[in-house]
Protein backbone atom coordinates (compact mmCIF):
# COMPACT_ATOMS: atom_id res chain seq x y z
CA UNK A 1 0.00 0.00 0.00
CA UNK A 2 1.52 3.63 -0.95
CA UNK A 3 2.08 6.06 1.85
CA UNK A 4 -0.41 8.28 3.48
CA UNK A 5 0.71 11.98 3.06
CA UNK A 6 -0.17 14.22 5.78
CA UNK A 7 0.88 17.73 5.74
CA UNK A 8 1.45 19.42 8.89
CA UNK A 9 0.32 22.83 8.41
CA UNK A 10 -0.43 26.09 9.65
CA UNK A 11 0.93 29.79 8.39
CA UNK A 12 1.44 30.79 12.03
CA UNK A 13 5.39 30.34 13.33
CA UNK A 14 5.72 28.55 16.49
CA UNK A 15 2.02 27.17 16.85
CA UNK A 16 3.85 23.73 17.41
CA UNK A 17 4.01 22.43 13.46
CA UNK A 18 7.46 21.12 14.03
CA UNK A 19 7.09 19.81 17.78
CA UNK A 20 3.80 18.11 15.76
CA UNK A 21 6.09 16.26 13.18
CA UNK A 22 7.89 15.04 16.03
CA UNK A 23 5.86 13.45 18.33
CA UNK A 24 3.40 12.38 15.39
CA UNK A 25 6.59 10.39 13.93
CA UNK A 26 7.05 9.11 16.94
CA UNK A 27 3.30 7.79 17.88
CA UNK A 28 3.15 6.24 14.61
CA UNK A 29 6.61 4.74 14.58
CA UNK A 30 5.45 2.77 18.15
CA UNK A 31 2.86 1.46 16.14
CA UNK A 32 5.29 -0.34 13.90
CA UNK A 33 5.12 2.19 10.36
CA UNK A 34 7.70 2.85 8.61
CA UNK A 35 8.04 6.81 8.51
CA UNK A 36 9.75 9.54 6.38
CA UNK A 37 9.78 13.17 7.85
CA UNK A 38 9.87 16.20 5.00
CA UNK A 39 11.49 19.58 6.10
CA UNK A 40 9.64 22.00 4.05
CA UNK A 41 10.59 24.50 6.03
CA UNK A 42 13.99 26.78 5.31
CA UNK A 43 14.77 27.61 8.52
CA UNK A 44 15.32 23.61 8.63
CA UNK A 45 14.07 23.36 12.52
CA UNK A 46 12.75 19.61 11.88
CA UNK A 47 16.26 18.45 10.06
CA UNK A 48 17.74 19.90 13.42
CA UNK A 49 15.56 18.88 15.96
CA UNK A 50 15.52 15.32 14.04
CA UNK A 51 19.55 15.37 14.94
CA UNK A 52 21.25 16.83 12.02
CA UNK A 53 23.15 19.59 13.42
CA UNK A 54 24.19 22.88 11.41
CA UNK A 55 27.88 21.82 10.46
CA UNK A 56 26.34 18.77 9.29
CA UNK A 57 23.38 20.65 7.36
CA UNK A 58 26.51 22.35 5.31
CA UNK A 59 27.98 19.94 4.66
CA UNK A 60 24.52 18.00 3.17
CA UNK A 61 24.07 21.71 1.02
CA UNK A 62 27.94 21.51 -0.37
CA UNK A 63 26.41 17.79 -1.75
CA UNK A 64 23.30 19.02 -2.98
CA UNK A 65 21.35 16.64 -0.83
CA UNK A 66 18.80 18.91 0.75
CA UNK A 67 15.36 18.98 -0.45
CA UNK A 68 16.10 22.39 -2.45
CA UNK A 69 18.00 20.07 -4.72
CA UNK A 70 15.18 17.80 -5.10
CA UNK A 71 12.56 20.47 -6.03
CA UNK A 72 14.69 22.91 -8.49
CA UNK A 73 17.67 20.66 -9.90
CA UNK A 74 16.08 17.25 -10.05
CA UNK A 75 17.56 15.05 -7.79
CA UNK A 76 15.66 12.07 -6.82
CA UNK A 77 14.13 12.64 -3.27
CA UNK A 78 15.22 8.77 -2.87
CA UNK A 79 19.02 10.27 -2.89
CA UNK A 80 17.76 12.62 0.03
CA UNK A 81 16.83 10.46 2.24
CA UNK A 82 18.77 10.14 5.69
CA UNK A 83 18.06 6.53 6.94
CA UNK A 84 16.12 6.47 10.36
CA UNK A 85 13.37 6.03 12.03
CA UNK A 86 11.91 8.18 11.33
CA UNK A 87 13.72 8.71 8.15
CA UNK A 88 14.32 12.55 7.34
CA UNK A 89 14.36 14.55 4.06
CA UNK A 90 16.52 17.41 5.46
CA UNK A 91 16.42 21.33 4.44
CA UNK A 92 18.50 24.38 4.59
CA UNK A 93 18.08 27.86 3.83
CA UNK A 94 18.50 27.60 0.39
CA UNK A 95 15.12 26.35 0.42
CA UNK A 96 13.77 29.81 0.41
CA UNK A 97 14.82 29.81 -2.92
CA UNK A 98 13.00 27.38 -4.65
CA UNK A 99 9.66 29.90 -4.05
CA UNK A 100 10.86 31.35 -7.65
CA UNK A 101 13.43 28.71 -8.96
CA UNK A 102 10.72 25.69 -9.06
CA UNK A 103 9.80 25.12 -13.02
CA UNK A 104 7.87 22.53 -14.42
CA UNK A 105 5.76 21.76 -17.32
CA UNK A 106 2.92 20.25 -14.93
CA UNK A 107 2.52 22.62 -12.69
CA UNK A 108 4.32 24.57 -10.02
CA UNK A 109 2.50 23.74 -6.99
CA UNK A 110 2.80 19.72 -7.64
CA UNK A 111 6.23 19.18 -8.17
CA UNK A 112 6.30 18.08 -4.35
CA UNK A 113 3.80 15.47 -5.27
CA UNK A 114 5.31 13.98 -8.28
CA UNK A 115 8.65 13.59 -6.83
CA UNK A 116 7.26 12.01 -2.99
CA UNK A 117 5.44 9.13 -5.69
CA UNK A 118 8.48 6.23 -6.00
CA UNK A 119 9.06 7.04 -2.27
CA UNK A 120 5.42 6.11 -1.08
CA UNK A 121 6.28 2.68 -1.76
CA UNK A 122 9.18 2.56 1.07
CA UNK A 123 7.08 3.71 3.83
CA UNK A 124 3.60 3.80 5.77
CA UNK A 125 3.32 7.69 6.63
CA UNK A 126 5.17 10.35 4.90
CA UNK A 127 4.67 13.55 6.93
CA UNK A 128 5.73 17.03 5.53
CA UNK A 129 6.96 19.83 8.23
CA UNK A 130 5.16 22.85 6.36
CA UNK A 131 7.17 26.48 6.51
CA UNK A 132 5.29 29.29 8.33
CA UNK A 133 3.55 30.87 5.14
CA UNK A 134 0.39 30.42 2.60
CA UNK A 135 3.58 30.05 -0.15
CA UNK A 136 4.03 28.13 -2.86
CA UNK A 137 6.10 25.11 -0.84
CA UNK A 138 2.73 24.78 1.55
CA UNK A 139 1.12 24.72 -1.77
CA UNK A 140 3.19 21.93 -2.68
CA UNK A 141 2.74 20.44 0.47
CA UNK A 142 -1.19 20.22 0.62
CA UNK A 143 -0.91 19.26 -3.11
CA UNK A 144 0.69 16.11 -2.30
CA UNK A 145 -0.86 15.18 0.73
CA UNK A 146 -4.07 12.74 1.65
CA UNK A 147 -4.95 14.67 5.07
CA UNK A 148 -3.74 17.55 6.94
CA UNK A 149 -3.05 18.07 10.02
CA UNK A 150 -3.43 21.75 11.66
CA UNK A 151 -1.49 22.46 14.86
CA UNK A 152 -3.18 25.52 16.42
CA UNK A 153 -1.60 27.55 19.52
CA UNK A 154 -4.48 28.42 21.47
CA UNK A 155 -4.31 31.82 21.90
CA UNK A 156 -6.74 34.50 20.10
CA UNK A 157 -4.15 35.31 17.09
CA UNK A 158 -3.35 31.69 16.19
CA UNK A 159 -6.97 30.93 16.02
CA UNK A 160 -7.58 33.96 14.00
CA UNK A 161 -5.45 32.32 10.89
CA UNK A 162 -7.31 29.36 10.98
CA UNK A 163 -10.30 30.24 8.81
CA UNK A 164 -7.67 31.11 6.20
CA UNK A 165 -5.97 28.30 5.98
CA UNK A 166 -8.66 26.00 5.48
CA UNK A 167 -9.84 28.84 2.67
CA UNK A 168 -6.00 27.45 1.11
CA UNK A 169 -7.18 23.48 1.73
CA UNK A 170 -10.39 23.79 0.00
CA UNK A 171 -8.58 26.28 -3.09
CA UNK A 172 -6.46 23.66 -3.71
CA UNK A 173 -9.30 21.04 -2.98
CA UNK A 174 -11.23 22.38 -6.03
CA UNK A 175 -8.20 23.29 -8.10
CA UNK A 176 -5.62 20.51 -7.85
CA UNK A 177 -5.95 17.25 -5.01
CA UNK A 178 -9.86 16.71 -4.90
CA UNK A 179 -9.27 13.92 -2.65
CA UNK A 180 -7.12 16.36 0.06
CA UNK A 181 -9.15 15.84 3.83
CA UNK A 182 -8.46 17.36 7.42
CA UNK A 183 -7.84 15.15 10.20
CA UNK A 184 -8.25 17.78 12.82
CA UNK A 185 -7.19 20.80 14.66
CA UNK A 186 -4.54 20.04 17.38
CA UNK A 187 -4.58 22.70 19.86
CA UNK A 188 -1.12 22.63 20.95
CA UNK A 189 0.97 25.35 23.93
CA UNK A 190 -2.49 24.79 25.95
CA UNK A 191 -2.17 26.06 29.55
CA UNK A 192 -4.83 23.84 31.18
CA UNK A 193 -5.07 26.73 34.46
CA UNK A 194 -5.72 29.84 32.71
CA UNK A 195 -9.58 30.40 32.00
CA UNK A 196 -8.90 32.14 28.38
CA UNK A 197 -7.24 29.52 27.19
CA UNK A 198 -10.49 27.32 27.59
CA UNK A 199 -11.98 30.32 26.07
CA UNK A 200 -9.87 30.53 23.15
CA UNK A 201 -10.35 26.17 22.66
CA UNK A 202 -13.96 27.11 22.66
CA UNK A 203 -13.91 29.77 20.61
CA UNK A 204 -12.03 27.63 17.84
CA UNK A 205 -14.51 24.26 18.28
CA UNK A 206 -17.00 27.11 17.59
CA UNK A 207 -15.24 29.08 14.34
CA UNK A 208 -14.68 25.27 12.52
CA UNK A 209 -18.28 23.67 13.52
CA UNK A 210 -20.27 24.24 10.77
CA UNK A 211 -17.05 22.45 8.50
CA UNK A 212 -17.23 19.56 10.60
CA UNK A 213 -13.51 19.84 11.33
CA UNK A 214 -12.64 17.49 14.47
CA UNK A 215 -10.82 19.98 17.00
CA UNK A 216 -8.51 17.39 18.65
CA UNK A 217 -8.29 17.37 22.70
CA UNK A 218 -5.19 19.92 23.07
CA UNK A 219 -1.61 19.50 24.18
CA UNK A 220 -0.36 20.76 27.07
CA UNK A 221 2.10 23.63 27.49
CA UNK A 222 5.18 21.87 29.13
CA UNK A 223 8.83 22.49 28.68
CA UNK A 224 9.41 19.30 28.28
CA UNK A 225 8.39 19.50 24.53
CA UNK A 226 11.41 22.03 24.49
CA UNK A 227 13.88 19.98 26.45
CA UNK A 228 12.91 17.15 23.96
CA UNK A 229 13.78 19.04 20.99
CA UNK A 230 16.94 20.26 22.47
CA UNK A 231 17.84 16.21 22.84
CA UNK A 232 17.24 15.42 19.35
CA UNK A 233 14.04 13.28 20.55
CA UNK A 234 10.20 12.81 20.84
CA UNK A 235 8.65 14.46 24.04
CA UNK A 236 6.53 11.51 23.44
CA UNK A 237 9.25 9.35 24.12
CA UNK A 238 12.12 10.62 26.15
CA UNK A 239 9.26 12.19 29.14
CA UNK A 240 5.76 10.03 28.63
CA UNK A 241 4.54 11.45 30.90
CA UNK A 242 3.86 14.96 30.31
CA UNK A 243 -0.27 15.98 30.57
CA UNK A 244 -1.39 15.70 26.70
CA UNK A 245 1.53 13.98 24.89
CA UNK A 246 -0.74 11.34 24.13
CA UNK A 247 -2.71 13.16 22.02
CA UNK A 248 -0.33 12.30 19.58
CA UNK A 249 -1.44 8.96 19.26
CA UNK A 250 -4.68 9.53 19.19
CA UNK A 251 -3.99 11.84 16.33
CA UNK A 252 -1.74 9.18 14.59
CA UNK A 253 -4.39 6.46 15.09
CA UNK A 254 -6.93 9.27 12.95
CA UNK A 255 -4.11 9.38 10.39
CA UNK A 256 -3.93 6.10 9.81
CA UNK A 257 -7.70 6.01 8.78
CA UNK A 258 -7.35 8.37 6.19
CA UNK A 259 -7.80 7.48 2.97
CA UNK A 260 -5.06 7.45 0.58
CA UNK A 261 -6.09 8.41 -2.47
N1 LIG B 1 3.11 21.76 23.83
C1 LIG B 1 4.15 22.60 23.95
N2 LIG B 1 4.45 23.15 25.15
C2 LIG B 1 5.47 24.00 25.29
N3 LIG B 1 6.28 24.36 24.30
C3 LIG B 1 6.04 23.84 23.07
C4 LIG B 1 4.97 22.94 22.83
N4 LIG B 1 4.99 22.61 21.52
C5 LIG B 1 6.02 23.30 20.97
N5 LIG B 1 6.66 24.02 21.90
C6 LIG B 1 7.80 24.93 21.72
O1 LIG B 1 7.31 26.09 21.03
C7 LIG B 1 8.24 26.54 20.08
C8 LIG B 1 7.62 26.52 18.70
O2 LIG B 1 7.34 25.18 18.34
P1 LIG B 1 7.57 24.63 16.87
O3 LIG B 1 7.21 23.21 16.88
O4 LIG B 1 8.96 25.00 16.41
O5 LIG B 1 6.50 25.50 16.07
P2 LIG B 1 6.38 25.79 14.49
O6 LIG B 1 7.02 24.67 13.78
O7 LIG B 1 4.92 25.92 14.24
O8 LIG B 1 7.09 27.10 14.26
C9 LIG B 1 9.45 25.64 20.22
O9 LIG B 1 10.38 26.27 21.06
C10 LIG B 1 8.90 24.37 20.86
O10 LIG B 1 9.88 23.71 21.63
MG1 LIG C 1 8.52 24.65 12.32
Partial sequence: MPAIIV???????GVGKTTSTVNLARALIETGKRVLVVDCDPQSSLSIVTGVDPQALRRLEEQGKTLYYGLVKDVPLAELVIEGS???????IRLANAETEIVSPFGVASILKEKLEPLREQFDVILIDCPPTLSLLTVNALTAANTVVIPCKTDYLSIMGVPLL?????????????GLSVTGILPTLYNARANHDAEVLNELRNAVAHKRIEVFPPVNRSTAFDKANAEGRAALELFPETPGVDQYRLVAARVLGERRG
Fill in 7 to 13: AVANQKG
Fill in 86 to 92: PALIPAS
Fill in 166 to 178: IDTIENVRRRANP
